[in-house]
């Protein structure tokens, strides 16, 4: 089933609050404590990360990330309590949508020419 691929998307007034871009931003975040290391670690720019994280919190009615101020000891980030039971409830779609969709087109994967 490594041929089928779904990508589901909560939109909030025109922009994508949430995605399997910005699921893997958030657990990047969760385990780099920063955006930086988090961008890093994906290969995109700290701004686009920054701008990621930003649609989220605005998208929300409460921030996804908490960020801190860099300083002598540099700042952080962390994915807020609001911000963990999102990515987990999103998560868990995810994986219901793929096992249903799995169970649904295993027949239509048959059919296919290439197998």
């Not at 994508?16 to 890093?40: F, R, T, V």
């Not at 994906?42 to 929300?60: C, E, H, I, P, Q």
Request: positive net charge; proline residues 1%; glycine residues 10%.
């Amino acid at each position: 089933m490594s041929n089928i691929k779904i990508k589901i998307q909560l939109v909030a007034n025109d922009s994508i609050a949430m995605g399997p871009g910005k699921a893997d931003l958030l657990e990047a975040i969760q385990q780099k404590g920063s955006i930086s290391a988090a961008a890093l670690s994906m290969g995109m720019s700290y701004k686009r990360a920054w701008d990621l994280v930003n649609t989220m919190n605005k998208s929300f009615k409460q921030a996804v990330v908490a960020t801190s101020v860099g300083g002598g000891k540099g700042g952080g980030a962390q994915i807020t309590e609001f911000g963990l039971q999102i990515l987990t409830r999103y998560r868990a779609i995810e994986a219901k949508a793929n096992l249903t969709v799995q169970v649904e087109t295993k027949v239509l994967m048959e059919l296919l020419l290439d197998n």
